[in-house]
């Protein structure tokens, strides 16, 4: 059973920094892909980044040059770090994994979700 957690989400004022962790079990993050994806209310979920079995990342234009993803492979933990933020990177963001050791840009390729935490940023 694949369980991912979460953990890391706050509210911080504009240009702050927050870090978001994502603990795996059931899945090697190692040998696959991972990801962070964010949902804003009445907006669809949207990728932020991805990083692959071998280590290379992917991020969303809205994010480049701002946010860092990256794996810890003895913690089994994919981590965001979040600096710059800016009101629109206010959303619930999801730790996403897929069985593939490729990422992808769309959701609905990746099996596995966490539980979703919440950013805010205020002006």
């Known amino acids: 059973q694949v369980r991912l957690v979460e953990s890391g989400g706050g509210s911080v004022q504009a240009g702050g920094s927050l870090t978001l962790s994502c603990a795996a079990s059931g899945i090697i993050f190692a040998d696959n892909a991972g990801a962070w994806f964010r949902q804003a209310p009445g907006k669809r979920r949207e990728l932020v980044a991805h990083?692959?079995?071998?280590?290379?990342?992917y991020y969303a234009d809205s994010v480049k040059g701002r946010f860092t993803i990256s794996r810890d492979s003895p913690a089994n933990t994919v981590r965001l770090q979040m600096s710059s933020l800016k009101p629109e990177d206010t959303a619930v963001y999801y730790c996403?994994?897929?069985?593939?050791?490729?990422?992808?840009?769309?959701?609905?390729?990746?099996?596995?979700w966490g539980q979703g935490t919440q950013v805010t940023v205020s002006s």
């Open positions: 996403a994994a897929r069985s593939n050791f490729v990422g992808s840009i769309y959701p609905n390729e990746y099996q596995y």
């Open positions: 990083i692959n079995s071998k280590g290379a990342t």
